[in-house]
């Protein structure tokens, strides 16, 4: 039992690990106008892969589809902290939606979706009336964003079945952010395949308003307005929303932030650094920026981006708050992760 169950497992990570691979020739090849660096491909690639076998590594632990848990977050009138469980999506997931999967092994075919539209979803904690863009950020970090006013025209849902069947992992369950192409055409050019987001875990109205987390204390949006700003000029390595060209970053160094809470910067050790994605919050896989370079160099908690003026950073890019990596610092590429969604920071000696 316990063997057939591991070569299950590992059949799934070379099947995923494959299809991370086409993912990013594809996105990078046709997708999209601007086009990465080989050297950031392939970087982009092993990072894809590691954070995959990192992914699989919980995943495969538990029961991904009745232990999945979907958070709905940012701007709402009845914000709730409580996500949604597996018990009450079932509940909701009562619309079926007929189209074509993108993303399916046999693509060409028609699948019936039943799913909770987003609209429903997002009913019971009432919208700030200024947002007007719904984010799906999922597990892996991944992300893709839709107009609000879209999510209220069409049955784009969060998919729990496929044919009356619960969604596999490695095709993008145990939820599944799907689009009704088959009878509302134009959402397929508006929203191509890269919006059929895997494994959702966060439904982020808006932006949502700076949260971060310092040991026992909450930086909000005054409190880094009040530290010094630094601003760079770089290619991020940020995968999804952002122009491929240099572009300006503002915000408030790592080592300015420590120190304003009142932490002392050991000789040694890291800093951690935690993302609202799940993938970015293992405990067994922490994103780890070690002391020295914090200290030597202007690692950046972002706030604002832009080309000429500078704007905050929206959700649609991993906003309100990124990291970010002037190209001095003696980081090496490799454990270089531009974080998106950060919400904390610890230091570990
Ligand atoms: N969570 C998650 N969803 C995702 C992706 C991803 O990397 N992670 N890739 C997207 C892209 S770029 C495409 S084209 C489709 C199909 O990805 P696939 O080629 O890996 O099947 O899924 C989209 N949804
Ligand atoms: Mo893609």
Redesign the pocket.
Known sequence: MIQANHQGQTQKFNLFTA??F??FL??FTSACDNRPTKAQLELWQQQAIARNAQMLKVHGTQDTQTGWELFVAGRTTRPQSAPLTWTELEKLATTHITTIDP?SPNSGTMSDFRGVPISQLLDPYGVVSAVREITFL???G?SSTVSLEDVRAYPIMIALERDGKPIPRHE?GPVYLTFPYHDYPQLQQKYP??F????VAYVIAGTEPIELRVGDRIFKNTDLNELTQVTIEETVGYKIGWPSQKVKLRGVRVRDILKAAGLQLPDQGNVIIRGKAPVYRDPNHPIALNLAAIKACDILLATHWGENELQPIPAKMGGPLTLAFPRECPVEMGEQRWVTFVQELEIQP
């Open positions: 299809a991370f086409l993912l594809t996105l993303n999922a597990f892996d991944y993008g395949d890269r059929w987001v895997f494994y």
